[in-house]
T-cell receptor, first 112, second 114 residues
Framework: GDSVTQMEGPVTLSEEAFLTINCTYTATGYPSLFWYVQYPGEGLQLLLKATKADDKGSNKGFEATYRKETTSFHLEKGSVQVSDSAVYFCALSDYNFNKFYFGSGTKLNVKP | EAQVTQNPRYLITVTGKKLTVTCSQNMNHEYMSWYRQDPGLGLRQIYYSMNVEVTDKGDVPEGYKVSRKEKRNFPLILESPSPNQTSLYFC?????????????FGPGTRLTVT
């Protein structure tokens, strides 16, 4: 079945460091891919998405490119801030766009 | 304010005592869904609904029931809760298909079953 695998955390970085969080997927057909972010004590919020191969999603300085050949959707940011500290979830929706599969989440700690 | 609300936010109950967690959205969204969040497992989809009276199973539906009699409400029912259903539960809604539109999440319900 469909699934998402993302790198284990926590990831600890200093402010202004470069961020990469790896995400790979297994899916039938052509899924849509997402990154959601969860701040402490809150529900999830959509960070960015990509709906077809080679699409690049971007928002708030974060980027991820839908790579069909490597079944990956890695999250990157050039310069992280303390306010980026949160848990990041990679997710996919199946070809019917109804079922959703999330990765296990990666906690990011950014130190001043 | 556009939002998804869940009640209760915290619940401690005993094995076998039926409970309902309510979810309501005020955005006239067609799609609604329930997830559970467990450490190391991320979020797993329990049930989803594409419209009134249309529901389907997600990845982990066992031990749960749902209904969608009105567009705004999507309650989650645990007929006979067990300790392995102790978890953090999130309701979400979307204007249309969740793979096309953003999902908006509620604040979560922390359930403990003893």
């Amino acid at each position: 079945g469909d699934s998402v695998t993302q790198m284990e955390g926590p990831v600890t970085l200093s402010e202004e460091a470069f961020l990469t969080i790896n995400c790979t997927y297994t899916a039938t057909g052509y899924p849509s891919l997402f990154w959601y972010v969860q701040y402490p004590g809150e529900g999830l919020q959509l960070l960015l998405k990509a709906t077809k191969a080679d699409d690049k999603g971007s928002n708030k300085g974060f980027e991820a490119t839908y790579r069909k050949e490597t079944t990956s959707f890695h999250l990157e940011k050039g310069s992280v801030q303390v306010s980026d500290s949160a848990v990041y979830f990679c997710a996919l929706s199946d070809y019917n766009f109804n079922k959703f599969y999330f990765g296990s989440g990666t906690k990011l700690n950014v130190k001043p | 304010e556009a939002q998804v609300t869940q009640n209760p936010r915290y619940l401690i109950t005993v094995t076998g005592k039926k409970l309902t967690v309510t979810c309501s959205q005020n955005m006239n969204h067609e799609y609604m869904s329930w997830y559970r969040q467990d450490p190391g497992l991320g979020l797993r989809q329990i049930y989803y609904s594409m419209n009134v009276e249309v529901t389907d199973k997600g990845d982990v539906p066992e031990g749960y029931k749902v209904s969608r009699k009105e567009k705004r409400n999507f309650p989650l029912i645990l007929e006979s809760p067990s300790p392995n259903q102790t978890s953090l539960y999130f309701c979400a809604s979307s204007p249309g298909l969740a793979g096309v539109y953003e999902q908006y999440f509620g604040p979560g319900t922390r359930l403990t079953v003893t």
